[in-house]
C-alpha cells in the first residue's frame, strides 16, 4: 500500500483531457514538492513535472501540474495514443525519512 | 546527454548477494545526489535508496534497511547497491536515478535482479 494515492486508472478520449490525483498528508506532500513521472514498463521513467508545476526542458505544455495542501494533480491536453503509459507522482516523506511514489494510474487512451 | 548504465544484475539464490553498479556520464557525477528505484513485477515504482553528494547522507526503505547499502565512486562516475541477504520480494528491475530540484530527473535503463532458488 503506497503512502501516496493514484487512482489504479483513468481513460479519456483521443484529444480529450485527463487528470490525474494524488493525495498524501502533511508529512510528504503539504510540505514538500511533488514531481510526476511518465513510465513505459522496462524502459526508464521520465520526469514531466518537477517542483509541482515546472517541466523540464523538451516535455510539452500538454503536460502541467498543480499542488494544493495534501494533494497534487497532473493534467495532460490534447491527449495523444502515444500517452498511453503509467504515471507516478513522487515526493519525500518527512515522517519516513524516505522519497516515496504513488502506486501508479495506469492512462488508457480511447 | 546525461546517460545512467546500470549492471550486475542476474540471478541470485535466496539469501544471496549481488552487488549493483551505476556509470554517469555526461554531467559532472560529483555534484548530484543519487538514487536507486526498482520495479517489482506487476508492481509500482519503489524508492529504495539516496545518497547525497559527499555520501554524508544516506537514507533506505524500510523494506531493505540493514540489508542494502549504497556507496559511490565521485572519481570513477560510479554509483553502487550493495544487496546483501536477498528475499524472493527483492526480485525486481533496478533503477538508478539522478536527483535534481528535489525530483528524479535522469534514470537508466535499469538492471533485471531475479531472486530464485
Known amino acids: 500500500q503506497s503512502v501516496l494515492t493514484q487512482p489504479p486508472s483513468v481513460s479519456a478520449a483521443s484529444g480529450q483531457k485527463v487528470t490525474i490525483s494524488c493525495s498524501g498528508s502533511?508529512?510528504?506532500?503539504?510540505?514538500?514538492?511533488v514531481s510526476w513521472y511518465q513510465h513505459f514498463p522496462g524502459t526508464a521513467p521520465k520526469l514531466l513535472i518537477y517542483k509541482n508545476n515546472n517541466r523540464p526542458s523538451g516535455i510539452p505544455d500538454r503536460f502541467s501540474g498543480s499542488k494544493s495542501g495534501t494533494s497534487a494533480t497532473l493534467g495532460i491536453t490534447g491527449l495523444q495514443t502515444g500517452d498511453e503509459a503509467d504515471y507516478y507522482c513522487?515526493?519525500?516523506?518527512?515522517?519516513?525519512?524516505?522519497?516515496?511514489f504513488g502506486g501508479g494510474t495506469k492512462l488508457t487512451v480511447l | 546527454e546525461v546517460q545512467l548504465v546500470e549492471s550486475g544484475g542476474g540471478l541470485v539464490q535466496p539469501g544471496g548477494s549481488l552487488r549493483l553498479s551505476c556509470a554517469a556520464s555526461g554531467f559532472t557525477f560529483a555534484t548530484y545526489n543519487m538514487n536507486w528505484v526498482r520495479q517489482a513485477p506487476g508492481t509500482g515504482l519503489e524508492w529504495i535508496s539516496f545518497i547525497s553528494t559527499d555520501s554524508a547522507s544516506i537514507y533506505f526503505a524500510e523494506s531493505v534497511k540493514g540489508r542494502f547499502s549504497i556507496s559511490r565512486d565521485n572519481a570513477k562516475n560510479s554509483l553502487f547497491l550493495q544487496m546483501n541477504s536477498l528475499r524472493d520480494e527483492d526480485t525486481a528491475l533496478y533503477y538508478c536515478?539522478?536527483?535534481?530540484?528535489?525530483?528524479?530527473?535522469?534514470w537508466g535503463q535499469g538492471t533485471l535482479v531475479t531472486v530464485s532458488s
Open positions: 502533511n508529512s510528504n506532500i503539504g510540505n514538500n514538492d
Open positions: 536515478a539522478r536527483h535534481s530540484y528535489e525530483a528524479l530527473d535522469h
Open positions: 513522487g515526493t519525500w516523506d518527512i515522517g519516513l525519512r524516505s522519497s516515496v
